[in-house]
């Protein structure tokens, strides 16, 4: 079984950055695409971003292409989020997720989740 455990979540001003980061368990990382979705207080789970296996493609919410940019390194077992020119509306709880599916085929339905980390960002 796949664990993934989220940190680099917190508080931080309206313009500013943070960069998440996923940790992965077992060597079949690489197999699987990795993924970021999120949810707000009140609202569904959204997609945001995601990566093939081996990182050559990778996917994008509109509302954060251009500030948004998801990564992986299959040596460290890790995918990461990096999170520029923060607005308030990304303020939710970011979920790292694995699919052996590519991200074009992803449903409500994954694989693997983690926990969450709670970005909140003030105005």
């Known amino acids: 079984q796949v664990q993934l455990v989220e940190s680099g979540g917190g508080l931080v001003q309206a313009g500013g950055s943070l960069r998440l980061s996923c940790a992965a368990s077992?060597?079949?990382?690489?197999?699987?695409?990795m993924g970021w979705l999120r949810q707000a207080p009140g609202k569904e789970r959204e997609f945001v971003a995601a990566?093939?296996?081996?990182?050559?493609?990778?996917y994008y919410k509109d509302s954060v292409k251009g500030r948004f940019t998801i990564s992986r390194d299959d040596v460290k077992n890790t995918v990461y989020l990096q999170m520029n020119s923060l607005k308030p509306e990304d303020t939710a709880v970011y979920y790292c997720?694995?699919?052996?599916?590519?991200?074009?085929?992803?449903?409500?339905?994954?694989?693997?989740w983690g926990q969450g980390t709670q970005v909140t960002v003030s105005s």
């Open positions: 997720a694995a699919d052996l599916r590519s991200p074009t085929n992803w449903g409500p339905s994954l694989d693997y």
């Open positions: 990566t093939r296996r081996g990182g050559t493609s990778t």
């Open positions: 077992g060597r079949a990382f690489s197999l699987y695409s």
